[in-house]
């Protein structure tokens, strides 16, 4: 499709502005342009017809299916946008008074007090803008934490294999060596290799929970409990936390401190890649270190964004818990691994799961077998999946199984979509049998068939440049 730019037609307008009724000033001339500003000139059908051209060219959690496993693609509940579209919070400014500010306050401690209920945690930041980002200043927590005790040779960081692919990223960014430790054939951390990495050099585990393979480790308790005893600390990645939430608490495992990703699991749309809000809980005695936010008062404080992080997706996690309550809360958890569990169910017999067992929120699909007898990768069947209105699965982690699908259906889609997906997904595995050239250059009925990807990351054109 054209760009807007391209779709200019000099002279074409469609504002009506109301006369002016103050005073004009001119601007001093230094701060006046020299040219006119290049902006599209075009009729407000055209701006209509542009943006849902462009709105049908992408599909989102509103089109269909969106199973994209340790996202969280949920439908995000109306009432959430509205609440944050209200005047009163989109208006407010960090900067105004503090006494106009307590409408804003009480959001905050609301949800801090919901979200610490539901992790088992003391006190939170909402600073942080994504999960990768809470990740961060989590373990900046437990630096500080080290530090303030003099312990100085704590320089490592234990990641299972089984870990979402920012936790090693961020023990890295925070100047930690990375321990990678196996999983056992059962998909949980190996108790035996977790006691190797363990010693005095320890600072902290980072263990995501449920893992990448959507199984909750069976010895958890017994994982903080040796992180503890050799003095180190315990990070839980919180963001598949829509599979446990009002179920079973971080904090009662034993973990320190914790993100939560709120625009996975408290319902802030987040396809487009933001804004989110990747809040952090800690235990009482990290506290102390949780980043400064321009509300409190106190100095000498981290700070990883500026005032209080995106405070509208708070509103929208906290209109989201107001909705659910106490009972909603777990239901949608209980009802995500029933989906998932459903959805793993209806695929057996024809796709081997890496992992046969019951699933937490979501399940890898082991496409390794089908590759070998057909030549058809997973990557073929997840570009193959978008002709047929399905978004395809995450693939590329994790690590440990080859030719992986991960999918998470979520709470929110009906068993008529998952009996389709379902269906789709067969009908596919059939294909790669009969027709396998067909799935190597799928996608054929979209806008973009299979970019350059090796092009598209080193060379990246982020920008037009009108000729
Ligand atoms: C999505 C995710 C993250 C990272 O969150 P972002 O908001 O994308 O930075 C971290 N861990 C897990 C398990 C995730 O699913």
């Known amino acids: 499709m054209k760009l807007i730019f391209e779709k200019s037609v000099p002279g074409r307008r469609c504002t009506i502005l109301p006369a002016c009724d103050v005073e004009t000033a001119a601007l001093p001339e230094s701060l006046r342009r020299s040219d006119k500003p290049d902006l599209p000139q075009l009729s407000e059908t055209d701006i209509s017809r542009h943006y849902t051209e462009l ?10 299916f969106y199973p994209l496993g340790s996202c969280t693609m949920k439908y995000n509940p109306r009432i959430d946008e509205e609440m944050a579209a209200l005047p009163g919070f989109t208006n407010c400014h960090p900067l105004a008074p503090r006494e106009s500010l307590a409408g804003m306050r009480h959001v905050l401690d609301t949800a801090r007090e919901y979200l610490c209920e539901i992790t088992g945690m003391d006190g939170m930041t909402f600073q942080p803008a994504a999960g990768a980002h809470g990740e961060f200043t989590g373990v ?4 500080q934490y080290h530090d303030a005790r003099g312990d100085k040779k704590r320089t490592k960081i234990i990641v299972p294999d089984s870990a979402h692919g920012t936790n090693p990223a961020t023990a890295a960014m925070c100047g ?108 009482a005695f990290l506290t102390p270190y949780l980043p400064h936010s321009a509300l409190a008062e106190e100095e000498g404080h981290i700070q990883v964004r500026s005032f209080m992080g995106n405070f509208l997706v708070v509103v929208r996690a906290l209109t989201y818990l107001l909705t659910l309550g106490r009972q909603g809360i777990p239901e949608a958890a209980q009802n995500a691994v029933l989906n998932a569990n459903y959805l793993q169910e209806k695929l057996r017999g024809t796709f081997q799961p890496a992992y046969d067992r019951i699933c937490m929120h979501e399940f890898v699909l082991d496409l390794s077998g089908l590759k070998k007898e057909t030549g058809v990768s997973a990557l073929d069947v997840a570009k193959s999946l978008i002709d047929e209105g399905i978004h395809p699965p995450t693939m590329y982690f994790p690590l440990i199984v080859h030719e992986a699908l991960m999918l998470e259906p979520t709470e929110t889609e009906g068993p008529e979509v998952l009996d389709q997906a379902a269906e789709v997904l067969r009908m596919l595995y059939q294909r790669a049998y009969d027709d396998p050239e067909a799935m190597h250059d799928a996608p054929h009925h979209m806008p973009i068939g299979r970019p350059d990807e090796v092009k598209a990351a080193r060379h990246p054109v982020l920008r037009w440049k009108r000729a």
Not at 55 to 64: I, K, L, R, Y
Request: glycine share 16%; proline share 4%; aromatic share 4%.
């Open 140 to 143: 900046l927590l437990i630096k």
């Open 55 to 64: 709105c049908h060219q992408v599909h989102g959690v509103n089109c269909g």
């Open 176 to 283: 930690y060596e990375v321990v990678n430790i196996a999983s056992g054939p059962d998909g949980c951390v190996d108790l035996e290799s977790l006691k190797a990495a363990l010693g005095d050099d320890t600072a902290g585990l980072m263990l995501t929970n449920p893992n990448t393979v959507g199984i909750f480790d069976k010895n958890i308790l017994e994982i903080t409990r040796l992180v503890h005893e050799a003095g180190g600390l315990c990070y839980y990645d919180g963001a598949n936390l829509n599979a446990v939430m009002g179920i079973v608490r971080p904090g009662d495992m034993g973990f320190d401190c914790i993100h939560m990703n709120l625009h996975k699991t408290f319902a802030t749309p987040h396809g487009g890649g933001g804004p989110g809000a990747g809040a952090v809980g800690c235990k």
